[in-house]
C-alpha cells in the first residue's frame, strides 16, 4: 500500500473516532432527549461512517478489489441513522417530551 492511502485511510479513521467520541461526550453532556439526539446521529453518520470508509479504502487498496460488504454498510448507516433520529424525535413528540429550561444565556433577544 502506498503512502498516499496509507495517509488517507488514517484521515477517515482518525475524524471517525474523533466524531465518535464527541458524539459520546456529547450524548453524556446534553440536557434533554432532542438535543441528544443529534448527538447519536452524528456519530453513526460521520463517526461510524468515516471509520468505514477507511475500512473501505484500506481493504480495497490491499486486495486490489473493491469490497462490496464495507460499502454496503456505509450505505445502510447513511441511510438508517437519519430516518431513526427522526423516529426517536417524533416518538418524543408524542408522548410530550419536556425539554430543557432555558438559562438567561439562551434567551431570545
Request: glycine share 8%.
Amino acid at each position: 500500500m502506498n503512502s498516499v492511502m496509507e495517509v488517507l485511510v488514517s484521515l477517515f479513521v482518525v475524524v471517525g473516532a474523533i466524531f465518535a467520541l464527541l458524539g459520546s461526550i456529547g450524548l453524556n453532556k446534553l440536557p434533554d432527549i432532542y438535543t441528544r439526539l443529534h448527538a447519536p446521529t452524528k456519530v453513526s453518520t460521520l463517526g461510524i461512517g468515516g471509520i468505514a470508509i477507511g475500512s473501505l479504502l484500506y481493504f480495497s487498496s490491499h486486495n486490489g478489489t473493491l469490497i462490496p460488504r464495507e460499502l454496503l454498510l456505509t450505505l445502510f448507516l447513511f441511510i438508517t441513522a437519519p430516518v431513526s433520529a427522526h423516529l426517536l424525535a417524533k416518538a418524543a413528540l408524542h408522548r410530550h417530551a419536556m425539554r430543557a429550561e432555558k438559562d438567561s444565556a439562551d434567551k431570545d433577544v
